[in-house]
T-cell receptor, first 115, second 111 residues
Framework: NAGVTQTPKFRVLKTGQSMTLLCAQDMNHEYMYWYRQDPGMGLRLIHYSVGEGTTAKGEVPDGYNVSRLKKQNFLLGLESAAPSQTSVYFC??????????????FGPGTRLTVT | GIQVEQSPPDLILQEGANSTLRCNFSDSVNNLQWFHQNPWGQLINLFYIPSGTKQNGRLSATTVATERYSLLYISSSQTTDSGVYFCAVDYSGGGADGLTFGKGTHLIIQP
């Protein structure tokens, strides 16, 4: 049981390039999330999904798109990277509708630098 | 949205000391979690504690939901306890809206 995994672990992009971050979970969780963490701060929610085929905006969604085509995967896309998107990105999942506890489990993070 | 405030922001202790970290939140919550972010950046789940008291080894946590605060206790600190401790809350019930994080308490345990 690998839990929540993220690919890649590190990436350097030039301004204007695009990329996709992949999150996968093997716990059959309904809900999945993408957060970003900037230096000296807590995590902030970018987008989330409450089930296959659904997505919703979080606190800081601008510049990102997401897709949840399969229950176990949640993709985060940057269409045209900007230096302000330099951050560490965390994916998380939560059992969702199966009832409490609604504990979130986090992946190891992806460190992205945009130059 | 809901506000989450953690105190103190920084804490430096000698190995063996005890500490109490506090988390205040501005509205009723259904879920509350404590995390430890180690020096390698990994987020480790410590407690899922929307109310009541839990203990796990040298760590314990108490949430008083009616008074909108939670406390994390670390006893007999070890250098491996160093890192940032985050409190995060969810007021949507089932976690549908994600977690709102505090800014964390940066803990340094000196040998």
């Amino acid at each position: 049981n690998a839990g929540v995994t993220q690919t890649p672990k590190f990436r350097v992009l030039k301004t204007g390039q695009s990329m996709t971050l992949l999150c996968a979970q093997d716990m059959n969780h309904e809900y999945m999330y993408w957060y970003r963490q900037d230096p000296g701060m807590g995590l902030r929610l970018i987008h989330y999904s409450v089930g296959e085929g659904t997505t919703a905006k979080g606190e800081v969604p601008d510049g990102y798109n997401v897709s949840r085509l399969k229950k176990q995967n949640f993709l985060l896309g940057l269409e045209s990277a900007a230096p302000s998107q330099t951050s560490v990105y965390f994916c998380a999942s939560n059992p969702g509708t199966s009832g409490p506890p609604y504990e979130q489990y986090f992946g190891p993070g992806t460190r992205l630098t945009v130059t | 949205g809901i506000q989450v405030e953690q105190s103190p922001p920084d804490l430096i202790l000698q190995e063996g000391a005890n500490s109490t970290l506090r988390c205040n939140f501005s509205d009723s919550v259904n879920n509350l979690q404590w995390f430890h972010q180690n020096p390698w950046g990994q987020l480790i789940n410590l407690f899922y504690i929307p109310s009541g008291t839990k203990q796990n080894g040298r760590l314990s946590a108490t949430t008083v939901a009616t008074e909108r605060y939670s406390l994390l206790y670390i006893s007999s600190s070890q250098t491996t306890d160093s890192g940032v401790y985050f409190c995060a809350v969810d007021y949507s019930g089932g976690g549908a809206d994600g977690l709102t994080f505090g800014k964390g308490t940066h803990l340094i345990i000196q040998p």
